[in-house]
């Protein structure tokens, strides 16, 4: 191993993220990708999503507080 700069790559545990990638939440809230979609098509102006470019975040902790006050997605 030559070099002097090794990258070091600390995959950070999603449970510790604070945004999620629709990919991620899908997997962290067991709910399909295509039903996260939608719900973030709905709220795009609501505090849990935020667009990076093309890309829609989950913001984790905000998401969590919306499913708690919901009854049924």
């Known amino acids: ?3 002097d700069s090794m990258a070091i790559s600390a995959e950070v545990p999603i449970k510790d993220k604070f945004c999620l990638t629709i990919e991620e939440a ?7 990708e295509k039903k996260l979609r939608k719900l973030v098509s709905e709220h795009l102006n609501s505090d849990f999503v935020i667009q ?10 905000r998401f969590e507080t919306f499913l708690n006050e919901i009854s049924a997605i």
């Open 1 to 3: 191993m030559g070099g």
């Open 26 to 32: 899908a997997d962290y809230f067991n709910i399909g």
């Open 52 to 61: 990076n470019g093309v890309k829609y975040l989950i913001k984790r902790k």
